[in-house]
């Protein structure tokens, strides 16, 4: 078969490496220059960096298997690092059962009542019984409202804004079940993985693979439109027609209804009613001491511009980067004015609030900044979103898509996208068996 991919993140990239190494002809089509999408990467200090941080956990199956498969498992590092929460009231340490008990804006009920819902996620069966319930309701049924309005409700709403509290339940859920995962045995520690040099080592052998395999990676070359044909797809490339007998749209659903005018008007109005958060996320590197004992700090604060620091070099040697690195990421809808404002406003916006996290912090430590932009970042699960999630077919013969809204019940992640890519990949080889 002759197979043509949008998008060369990490979905697009997996399947046309599945695909290519089934011996099919692939060809993966990018807008911009470089690959990866979310995990793409940029220089600081000297070195790669991804422009959104990445780590992974223990659990990730899929994608430590890909990195087995491509020979770098000896780079790929472990260690449990320590995190923390900032609410109102103060920083406190929020890694351990321990930690939890002694969080004091938390009656000492609220805390146990907390400490048991965490236990009770982990028994649940069929995750299908939490989509009928908003985390908000799940929450304070199961903790109590002061849970909520203390820890939850902060940190859901930095992160979906209005939506905060028509989020699902099974979202909620995912994350408790996701970080128990990959606790340790003795629930302590929590391990997390990166890859020495960055996930874009990864990538890039992916990429080189595909390559060998007689497969094209075509960066920078837009497509125009996507028409379905009696055999096949053909699609119009900067302007030249391509024909292929498959085509993989890897790339928010929103997207593909303006190039695929023939899909049907209620499934391109679905694709266009999935909602999505925006992020802004802004690298920093800094001379000087760590500026904290801290990896992640979680912000339950709304007087805050960003929902996370992430003081990347807690899990990663410093001196990989000359320096401190530290990410500051804020979730918003893709209309708030901050979204579109120039790189200036944004990184001002977020240093203002790191002199009251950071006692060590002033502006003069930051020798290096990067500021990105990813208008489809995080899928917004609300009520009932399994109804609402696109099959991998479409409705036009030989069109597929396959997208971070369809990575459900979990949430976007590497590894599950590497596990859609591969899904895609044998859906549509099943298809063609089939005679579909």
């Known amino acids: 078969m002759n ?43 000297g070195t790669r960096l991804e422009s959104f941080y990445h780590h992974c956990f223990n659990s990730d199956t899929d994608l430590v298997s890909l990195v087995e498969e491509m020979n770098l498992g000896a780079r790929l590092r472990w260690k449990a690092p320590v995190n923390a929460l900032w609410v109102p009231q103060g920083l406190y340490r929020f890694t351990t059962p321990g930690d939890l008990l002694r969080f004091r804006p938390l009656s000492l009920a609220g805390r146990v009542r907390f400490g048991l819902q965490v236990l009770g996620a982990k028994r649940v069966k069929d995750w299908k019984t939490l989509e009928g319930i908003t985390a908000r309701d799940w929450v304070c049924a199961g903790a109590g409202r002061d849970v909520w309005e203390t820890l939850w409700g902060p940190l859901m709403r930095s992160k979906f804004g209005d939506s905060a509290e028509d989020v699902a339940a099974v979202w909620l859920w995912n994350k408790l ?33 595909i390559r060998t395999l007689g497969g094209r990676i075509c960066q920078g070359e837009r497509v125009d439109r996507i028409v379905p044909r009696e055999e096949g797809v053909e699609l119009s ?50 001379e000087g001491p760590p500026l904290s004992p801290f990896y992640w700090i979680s912000v339950a604060r709304e007087d805050c511009p960003f929902v996370a620091a992430i003081e990347h070099t807690r899990l990663v040697d410093p001196a990989a980067y000359g ?3 530290l990410y500051l990421s804020r979730y918003l809808d893709a209309t708030d004015p901050l979204f579109s404002a120039d790189d200036e406003t944004v990184v ?7 002199t009251d996290l950071y006692p060590l912090f002033y502006p003069d430590l930051v020798t290096e900044s990067h500021l990105s932009r990813e208008r489809y970042a995080q899928p917004v699960v609300g009520l009932g979103y399994s109804g609402r999630i696109p099959d991998l077919r479409t409705p036009l013969k030989g069109l597929y898509l396959a997208s971070m809204s369809q990575i459900y019940p979990e949430d976007r992640g590497q590894s599950y996208a590497v596990r859609l890519g591969r899904e895609a990949a044998e859906e549509m080889r099943r298809d063609v068996r089939r005679g579909l």
Request: contains cysteine; charged residues 20%; aromatic residues 8%.
């Open 348 to 354: 001002a916006r977020f240093l203002e609030s790191l």
């Open 323 to 325: 320096g401190t690195v």
């Open 177 to 209: 079940v996701l970080r128990g995962g990959s606790r340790s045995k003795d629930l302590k520690n929590e391990e997390l993985g990166y890859l020495e040099g960055s996930f874009g080592v990864l990538w890039d052998e992916v990429a080189r693979r």
């Open 3 to 45: 197979i043509g991919i949008i998008g060369a993140g990490v979905t697009g990239l997996t399947a046309a490496y599945r695909l290519a190494r089934a011996g099919e002809k692939v060809t993966v089509f990018d807008s911009s220059p470089e690959t990866g999408g979310m995990v793409r990467t940029f220089q600081m200090g």
């Open 237 to 286: 490339v900067s302007g030249s027609l391509q024909s292929f007998d498959q085509v993989l749209f890897a790339a928010a659903p929103a997207l593909l209804p303006p190039l695929a005018p023939d899909l049907p008007g209620d499934y391109a109005a679905s694709l266009g009613e999935l909602p999505y958060q925006a992020n802004l996320c802004l690298c920093l590197k800094l």
